[in-house]
């Protein structure tokens, strides 16, 4: 394995720090699933509400949240029955399962992994990675998880758990345009969970069988589908940009004709650099996509429902979707490598730090799960209640941590390596001057503001 590698450093960060757990840990946890502890879910949280105000802000965007669970007719209708495989090779000695067309891409650069849903053509040429040994042929695996609604596990109440959001957004479409009176173009924004049972995970939560998704389908008329979709696409990768994302890490791939998947006539990808991605590293973060008619005409056939609609020439048209979709749990990741920096020999001007590795987050604001951080330099009581007033005075506005153990250059490590932005420490002339001082994460300056006075101070400091 390669050594050094950025993402066990982040992994091994996020288990001890409190951002993410593997599920199930004292049971021995369950592949590919994680949880997120007290920080991963204010970074989650952080993510989803800048994903939400950058799609909401918008006068043509609203919102939906719809269920997991749904009529098991929309999956035929969306082709995922038919069509939502992943070709699987078992090695016949070793028994360790694979996707052929990662194996394809792996052990054969420069074959493209373009056969999608038919059958490698150079198989015979690769071997099992894990021991040598040969390969089964193809078989095609669907990846949604199956369950039963109702009492009797039979056919007849067989549903699925939702292997994306997309398809609640098209069935509610009618729904959403007739309550909120909206005219094309429009488009409905949800974020939600979603499930695949896939056959390889890998990457910590890259590549997870529960996961999260934000998605935002566009409904037009079809008329210049090509000036939208480049629209979206270069807002999705600016809103990246936006929250700190080095733009060295970040690039389009506009997928092949054969590559395209079975809705869609033009599909880019926004790639991030994931330093353990071959091809580079970079892979997946989001995918942006012109499906066409495609999904509301196949509701249309399914349901017997009228989806088409008039235009002001009399023309009638069943609405096409230009679509944005997004991984929450990619996206964190995408976030947390980027802002994961090591101090070679320390920043701290404090002896007992200089001759150890740093680590900052540098974490974007909106982002960081702690705001700010209130430590008073001692353990004395006049000095802890006065932070403890601070604190009651900035809680309602900031998620805040109050610490008081350790000397004061390792409680600023402590919040350097979670990201928060700003410590502030109550000393002993803060008693005297009713002024504390305010430490930056990046530039590590220092500042003396009065307690009076912190309110608009960090009303300043986060505003956009
Ligand atoms: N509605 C279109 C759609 O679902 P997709 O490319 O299959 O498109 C969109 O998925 C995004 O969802 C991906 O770009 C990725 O960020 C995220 N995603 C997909 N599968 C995932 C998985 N198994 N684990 C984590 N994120 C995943």
């Given at each position: 394995m390669e050594k050094d590698r950025k993402i066990d450093k982040v992994v091994n960060l996020a288990k001890r720090r409190g951002f993410i757990f593997p599920s199930s840990e004292i049971y021995g946890g369950l592949n590919s699933i994680y949880d997120y502890g007290p920080l991963g879910v204010e970074l989650k949280n952080n993510l989803k509400k800048a994903w939400w105000d950058f799609m909401l802000a918008r006068p043509d965007i609203v919102g939906l949240d719809s269920a997991i669970?749904?009529?098991?007719?929309i999956w035929e209708a969306s082709g995922h029955l038919e069509g939502f495989s992943d070709p699987l090779v078992d090695c016949k000695k070793c028994k360790s399962r694979f996707r052929a067309d990662h194996l394809l891409a792996v052990q054969k650069k420069?074959?493209?992994?373009?056969f999608g849903k038919s059958k490698?053509?150079?198989?015979?040429k690769i071997s099992c990675p894990s021991c040598g040994g040969e390969l089964t042929e193809v078989r095609q695996f669907n990846l949604m998880f199956k369950t039963f609604m109702g009492p009797v596990e039979d056919s007849a109440g067989q549903i699925y758990l939702r292997p994306e959001t997309a398809q609640g957004i098209y069935v509610n479409f009618l729904n959403s345009k007739e309550a909120m009176r909206l005219k094309i173009p429009f488009g409905i924004a949800q974020i939600g969970k979603a499930f695949r049972n896939e056959i390889t995970t890998e990457n910590f939560i890259f590549r997870m069988r529960e996961f999260e998704q934000m998605e935002m389908q566009y409904f037009v008329d079809g008329q210049n589908n090509k000036q939208i979709f480049e629209n979206f696409k270069k807002l999705r990768y600016d809103w990246y940009l936006s929250l700190g994302i080095d733009k060295e890490n970040l690039r389009f791939r506009d997928h092949a004709k054969d590559e395209?998947?079975?809705?869609?006539s033009q599909a880019t990808d926004i790639e991030y650099k994931f330093d353990f991605a071959g091809d580079g590293g970079f892979k997946e973060l989001e995918g942006i996509h012109d499906r066409g008619d495609w999904d509301l005409s196949r509701h249309q056939k399914f349901s017997g429902q009228k989806m088409s609609l008039t235009d002001d020439q009399g023309r009638e048209f069943v609405p096409q979707i230009i679509e944005t979709s997004g991984g929450v749990d990619r996206a964190a990741l995408a976030f947390l490598l980027d802002a994961y920096t090591e101090i070679e020999g320390g920043r701290s001007t404090t002896t007992e730090s200089k001759k150890e590795k740093e680590v900052v987050l540098r974490l974007d604001k909106r982002l960081a799960p702690i705001k700010i951080a209130i430590l008073p330099l001692s353990k004395k009581e006049n000095l802890t209640a006065k932070a403890r007033q601070i604190y009651q005075l900035l809680s309602a506005a900031y998620r805040l941590q109050y610490d008081e153990t350790g000397s004061i250059g390792k409680r600023y490590r402590r919040q350097d390596e979670i990201g928060t932005p700003y410590c502030l420490t109550v000393d002993f002339d803060s008693l005297e001057d009713n002024q504390v001082t305010i430490r930056d994460r990046d530039s590590m300056a220092q500042e003396r503001v009065s307690s009076n006075e912190l309110k608009a101070y960090f009303q300043e400091k986060f505003s956009l």
């Open positions: 669970l749904a009529h098991p007719q420069g074959i493209k992994p373009d490698p053509k150079d198989k015979k395209l998947a079975h809705y869609a």
